[in-house]
């Protein structure tokens, strides 16, 4: 092979990368305003689903917390506000869990809701569990905290996924509702980062 050969090949491999990442770009440019459409309408959905009795959501801030972006709502109806909800994020055992936490006036939970995370099949992901999350409901500050073993005044942890019900517990939902009444007590939005 000479040297000539070599340089063939080495154009040849730039003008087809140059060619895929032409592409990519193309491709990115075109489904990137989809996909921001598709979240806001999948994030719509979930507003809903979390306050169903709210007549309107309107976002009134955002926040940083682990370096994410997150949003929070509050929920009107009759023109006032019914509840609050907001989007946090908790540091798990492989990834971040994108967490909805809706509460109400007095910043007790009413509802929470996992919507995304890459916590290991079979283990991690029975944070999913319906009668897990709802363990959160009526909890105030005060009881949101994970205990091993039964309790009914605060939150059981899941046997063998100890970090990922924490993630949940303990960094999405207290520090969001922590957040979410500090912020909501001193007058009403905040651009933070925590």
Do not use: C
Not at 2 to 16: H, M
Not at 79 to 99: D, Q
Not at 159 to 176: F, L, P, Q
């Amino acid at each position: 092979m000479t040297g000539k050969d070599i340089v063939k090949i080495v154009l040849n491999l730039v003008i087809i990368y140059l060619i895929g990442g032409a592409i990519l770009a193309v491709v990115h440019a075109k489904t990137s305003p989809v996909r921001y459409q598709n979240n806001i309408i999948a994030e719509q959905k979930a507003l809903k689903l979390l306050v169903p009795d709210a007549e309107t959501t309107e976002m009134i801030g955002e926040w940083e917390i682990h370096g994410k972006h997150g949003k929070y709502w509050k929920a009107l109806k009759d023109g006032k506000p019914i509840a609050y909800v907001i989007l946090s994020f908790g540091k798990g055992y492989s990834s971040y869990i994108k967490t909805l936490v809706a509460v109400d006036t007095n910043f007790t939970v009413t509802k929470i809701e996992i919507l995304d995370h890459k916590e290991t099949p079979g283990l991690g992901d029975e944070i999913l569990v319906p009668a897990w999350k709802d363990q959160f409901k009526g909890k105030d500050l005060d009881h949101i905290k994970l205990v091993k073993g039964e309790t009914k005044e605060y939150i059981q942890a899941i046997t063998g996924v100890t970090i990922s019900s924490r993630a949940v517990t303990e960094d999405a939902v207290k520090n969001g509702v922590k957040f979410l009444k500090e912020t909501i007590e001193k007058g009403g939005v905040a651009h933070v980062g925590h």
